[in-house]
């Protein structure tokens, strides 16, 4: 049987980047990661620069880094606007590497991190 | 009457402009395919965002709560963001801004408002330089067209927000043409500040907005979460306007081809019927200097 899922949205004002239901969602909060279920109480959370991991069958499918955000969960969604978003299957160490050396300090060490966990 | 050679030279230049319209209707319509994509996409963004902020809005009292949300209780200096093209030849797009630009001045400083103006887009800057240039705060070009990024929404949206928070002025209103459809474009006064809240909708699929959990609390999260607002809308207004300026332009040139062609038709039948006057004339003479021999 099919576990149950909640309905995962990431827009960014450019375009909506994944609609996909997930087993569990975590999301980066301001106040520390916190993961979504199924059923999760209804929440808004402020979003800090970080990483968003798409749960299925007990494994992470999907992760996406995003700069900041927002995250509306509800029992059966949970839907985060980003300013910026990119997927991390598409994304390359050795680019994000380079994007480092060019971003500002406190990005750096979120990119090179980022490009050491691929 | 115009010589035959005359004419030959107006139809040939009426043909070349209608090769240059008819290229520019081409060219207008490739890219506002791309422009209406991207402002279609656009919008889930800024329309999720703006019922966020109306459900966190409802639970406030619009008195009391974040300026940027409610105000600071006056009106008195008012910034008008005014969203136009760079290039011309689109129509009516560019003098509509700039008529509604004019009335909303002249309405606001009728009311004795201080108003200043935020120019994006040459054209209306360069159409109001002569009786509204003292009001510029500052003029912007080159952010349109298809590769308008977030982040030229972002720098202006931080220039508002740093001019509210310096007490530069008390309402902000966006003015662009917000795009319906290829041929319909609505000339459009959105307002920044104080956010603009839609009322009467439900946040949740359970309607149970009041049951909210916020993380952090509800006035730190409205803090943080207001200044990406007029961003995201900044940037939906200037989405909207690429995609407009581009089917104003394609209606535009579309018409100017078909006048085109129909002054080449006009002047082809006055060409023609000039030069069958001219042979029968020279026969007429023919004729006649045969019969006197």
């Known amino acids: 049987m099919m576990a149950e899922t909640t309905q995962l949205e990431l827009v960014t004002p450019a375009k909506i980047m994944v609609q996909k239901a997930a087993e569990m969602v975590v999301a980066p909060g301001v106040e520390g990661l916190f993961g979504v279920l199924p059923r999760h109480a209804p929440m808004l959370a402020d979003l800090a620069r970080g990483v968003i991991e798409v749960h299925e069958n007990g494994k992470i499918v999907n992760r996406y880094m995003i700069d900041g955000g927002l995250a509306d969960v509800t029992p059966k969604s949970i839907t985060i606007l980003a300013e910026r978003a990119e997927d991390l299957n598409a994304a390359d160490a050795a680019d994000l590497n380079v994007r480092a050396d060019n971003a500002s300090e406190a990005e750096a060490e979120f990119l090179r991190a980022v490009a050491a966990s691929l | ?293």
């Not at chain 2, 200096?77 to 909303?104: P, Y």
């Open chain 2, 1 to 293: 009457m115009p010589s035959l050679k005359d004419l030959k030279t107006r139809i040939n230049s009426v043909k070349s402009t209608q090769k240059i319209t008819s290229a520019m209707k081409m060219v207008a319509a490739a890219k506002l395919r791309r422009a209406q994509e991207a402002a279609e996409q656009g919008r889930p963004y800024s329309d999720r965002m703006s019922q966020i902020i109306g459900s966190l809005a409802a639970n406030s009292d619009g008195v009391h709560g974040p300026a940027l949300l409610v105000g600071n209780g006056k009106s008195d200096k008012h910034l008008l963001v005014v969203i136009s093209a760079d290039r011309g030849l689109c129509g009516g797009f560019n003098g509509s801004i700039t008529r509604l630009t004019r009335t909303e001045v002249s309405r606001l400083q009728a009311a004795g408002k201080t108003v200043n103006l935020l120019m994006v887009g040459r054209k209306s800057a360069d159409a109001l330089r002569r009786e509204l240039g003292k009001l510029y705060i500052d003029r912007l070009e080159g952010i349109q067209g298809t590769n308008v990024s977030f982040a030229d929404a972002y720098s202006i949206g931080a220039t508002i927000k740093n001019g509210f928070e310096a007490g530069e002025f008390d309402v902000c209103t966006v003015i662009y043409n917000k795009f319906v459809s290829a041929i319909t474009q609505e000339v459009t006064l959105t307002r920044l500040i104080p956010a603009e809240v839609e009322s009467g909708k439900e946040l949740a699929v359970d309607g149970a907005t009041a049951n909210y959990d916020y993380e952090p609390e509800e006035d730190e999260l409205l803090a943080s979460l207001l200044p990406r607002n007029i961003s995201t809308q900044l940037y939906k207004a200037i989405l909207e306007s690429s995609a407009s300026e581009l089917a104003a332009r394609m209606t535009a040139m579309d018409n100017a081809t078909r006048n085109a062609g129909d002054l080449i038709d006009r002047l082809t039948l006055v060409y023609n019927r000039s030069r069958q006057a001219t042979i029968t004339k020279e026969l007429i003479e023919i004729i006649s200097g045969a019969e006197a021999v």
